[in-house]
Structures are given as structure tokens and as C-alpha cells.
């Protein structure tokens, strides 16, 4: 059978394994969707076994499949090391996909890499933001994310970074003639959220004795999609907002927001460095992830 085995067969039923995608694994592998049926099918062909099983458009792995695809992950998992080995002998630039959530990349990430950047000429970073990064991780589109959820997936390695801290904000204009001395004068007023139940709220409800939490109207409280519309809304006195505290420094430090209960601590979420462990051992991602642990910006919080 090893003898039957070619490695662009193989590492075309590789990544069809890992995305479970004819259409994504073809796009990682820049061909059309039929190469890639056509490259399974010569594999199975030329091992003499069916590593695929089909159901009309839906398709899984055999058992055959499963443990050809451990081997696989073993097989290119090493070639990716030996690469990286030789790339780093010659000074080549490596790149590294680097993945976050939206704000925290936009407005943290982006402002503290430079200095690694410019100590580290032979590793080039391209970043992609999204409030999901997960999923472009494990599809290998990603190398690192940086995510405030909590993910334990087999195969991840996981670094804390932070912890942030959430504030309840408002504009001065927006304070003037209120009195606003307790979570739970908040209930009359208007206030910004991700969604109109006002769950976003959650955990600084859960954060307040019971006789202090607010009681929200529907009617007072102004949806927006977005953290930076929320920040841009709370800003020009729209209303009141619960927010992260890494997203507004500037607003604090200038004052165009105010923290309105400085003393309560609100339920935090970590943000953690993620990775699959295969790649944990290269020396460019060994590199960034030690740079980004040993990174402490007032923007945390």
C-alpha cells in the first residue's frame, strides 16, 4: 500500500478531513472542487480501499479514512517542523496567520506588535478579526487566535493572556441632571445593547445584590450590533453602556466617558492564546506566542 500512496494525493485527503469540505478543502489547496474529488478517488484507487463514504451530498470518513488521516496529521505535522527547522537556517520569512476578536485586534493587537515586528524581520504576520476566530483555526486557515471564550477541543493548546474588565459608562452630557448613584437607578434609563433583551447586561446584573439590580424596560433599551457602535453611541450620549474596559481608555483617560460604579467588579472574561499543539513547536509561533504572554498594555484593564 506505500507504495500506492502520493502526497499530493494525501495531503488533499488531509485537509478534506480536517474541513470536511470538498468546496473548503479546495480552497485551501487553490484548485477546484473536482481536483480534489479526483485526487480521493486515485487514493482510494491506488490503496485499494475506500477512505470515503458517501450519502448524496454528504459524505464521512471510513475507519480506513480515520486512521490515514491520524497518520497524516502525524506525517505533515513533521514535515511542517522540518520546514520551519530548514526556513529558519537560511533567514527566509515565515509567515503566521494571526487571528482575534474584533475589537480586541483592532484596537489592542495592531497597536503592540510593531516592536516584535522589528525584532523579528524574518516572521511576517497577516491578521484576520472576527468575533469567531475558532473555526478558522481548526479549518488550519489560522495559526494563532486570541479569543475570550473558553474552548477544550482536543488538540488545542491554550494560554492565558488577561483577564478584562467590564465598566458601565456614560457620556457627561448624557449624566447631566440625573442622579445615577446605584445599579439600580439604572432601570429607568435608556441603555445600549448587543441585542433588545438586554442579555449583554447579564453579567453585571449577576454582579449586584439582588436588592440593587436594575429592571430594565424594553422600551429603553437601544440595540446596536456592534461594540464600536455601542462605544461611539454611549459617547455622543446616547445612552448608557456596559463595556470592555481595554475598548475605551482613550474615552476614560479624555474623559468623554465616565465610569460610573468604579468600585464594582463586574464578571470577567480571559482572553487565552490558542493553537493546535502540532504547531506549537515551530519557532515562528513559538516566538509570537512568548511575545504576546509577556504583553501587559494599560488596555487590559
Partial sequence: MASSLDLNQLKAFFILSQTLSFTKAAWRLHVSQSAVSHAIKKLETGAGLALVSRHGKHFDLTEEGRELARSCQTV????????????????????????????????????????????????????RFNNNPLPALMDDELDIIIDCKNHTLHGLDRRSLFREQYVVVAAPAFLKGKAIKSPKDLGGQTIISLDKKASWWGRFVHAVPRSQQPAFKRESVIEIDHVRGIINAAAAGIGIALLPKYSIVTELGRRTLIDLFPGLGVREDEFSVYQKKKKAPLDAHRRLVE???????????
Fill in 76 to 127: 505533515f505535522g513533521e514535515l511542517d517542523r522540518i520546514e520551519d527547522s530548514l526556513t529558519s537556517r537560511v533567514n527566509r520569512v515565515r509567515t503566521v496567520r494571526l487571528g482575534a476578536t474584533v475589537e480586541f485586534g483592532t484596537l489592542v493587537l495592531v497597536r503592540h506588535i510593531q516592536p516584535f515586528l522589528a525584532k523579528n524581520p524574518d516572521i511576517h504576520i497577516d491578521f
Fill in 291 to 301: 511575545y504576546l504572554l509577556r504583553l501587559r498594555p494599560e488596555e487590559f484593564g
